[in-house]
């Protein structure tokens, strides 16, 4: 017997929106991928931490590109199963990607900068580990929403830059080829600022860095990709909603200009409207656009490195 289909819960930042308006909202053939769930990469005092591993089967004697993907969840929440993100890795798999979608720890059991390098630590197991995977480990990309988008986004700019001071990828900055994020936080102190202004007490943000702007701002400035943005980033695609109620879009905006002010590529998509999530909380015509946009954003910049 079947067991009773779950009603999705809706969260306030959700807005005004229904149970039945939560999901991804494009078909995946889970024909064209494979999927080991639970893979150990790292193990912490707090207990392992564990990752899932989608492999296309297209072209299975070929090397795919290898995405490794950061859920969202303010840091201190969420999971790589979590709000229809095995669909996302799905999607991107059955396109021809092999994914890896990972687990890290949350505050405030921990802090910056803990989940940042549970983060590269997961990058060097699938690169050590990318035979198995069926992935190129010459060609990374990184995608991630929401917190998971400000770790993606970190990892890129930081892992790039000969002259960044915090945790380092073992296996080397140079094979990044790409970063996708949806609605990432990118300016830290702003965001910590927008939160202060909004409600009394701690922020999530300053639970994640582990201390606040003026008790230690190099920490703050460290672990902020608009600080850490230079013009050797590897390509970025940033998506935002101009509704959204927990990451200002000028976040992204603020963030876009940065790179390009540097002359480091980067694709914006703004979406008039769209709320927190816009991807799986009421998804429309243009979130279908653009989750097809970043699949192969993702295929066309990991292409490129091989060439």
Do not use: N
Not at 104 to 111: E, F, V
Not at 177 to 184: E, L, R, T
């Amino acid at each position: 017997m079947a067991e009773p289909r779950k009603t999705p819960v809706v969260a306030d930042w959700m807005g005004d929106v229904a149970p039945e308006q939560l999901g991804f909202p494009l078909p995946i053939d889970r024909g064209l991928y494979t999927k080991r769930p639970g893979l150990v990469y790292k193990q912490t005092s707090s207990g392992p931490l564990e990752l899932d591993a989608y492999r296309p089967v297209r072209d299975a004697d070929r090397l795919a590109p290898l995405v490794v993907m950061i859920h969202g969840g303010g840091w201190h929440g969420g999971g790589r199963y979590q709000m229809g993100l095995s669909h996302w890795a799905g999607y991107l798999a059955s396109g021809g990607l092999a994914v890896v979608s990972i687990d890290y720890r949350l505050a405030p059991d921990t802090q910056y900068p803990d989940s940042f390098q549970d983060c590269l630590d997961a990058i060097d197991w699938a690169v050590d580990h990318a035979a198995e995977l069926g992935a190129d480990p010459q060609r990374v990309g990184l995608w991630g929403d929401s917190a998971g988008g400000h770790l993606a986004l970190l990892t890129a700019t930081s892992q790039t830059r000969p002259d960044f001071s915090g945790p380092r990828l073992r296996s080397g900055g140079e094979r990044l080829g790409a970063a996708v994020a949806w609605y990432p936080p990118t300016d830290l102190k702003a965001l910590h600022d927008s939160e202060r202004r909004a409600r009394s007490g701690p922020t999530t943000t300053a639970a994640f860095v582990g201390t606040e702007p003026e008790e230690d701002p190099a920490r703050w400035s460290e672990v902020s990709p608009m600080a850490q943005a230079h013009p050797g980033a590897p390509p970025s695609l940033i998506l935002q909603g101009t509704r959204d109620r927990l990451v200002p879009h000028r976040q992204a905006t603020g963030y876009a200009e940065r790179l390009k002010g540097l002359g480091a590529p980067v694709e914006l998509h703004l979406v008039e409207g769209g709320l927190h999530g816009f991807d799986r909380v009421a998804p429309g015509d243009e979130a279908r656009r653009l989750i097809s946009r970043s699949r192969d954003f993702l295929l066309e910049r990991l292409a490129a490195e091989a060439d």
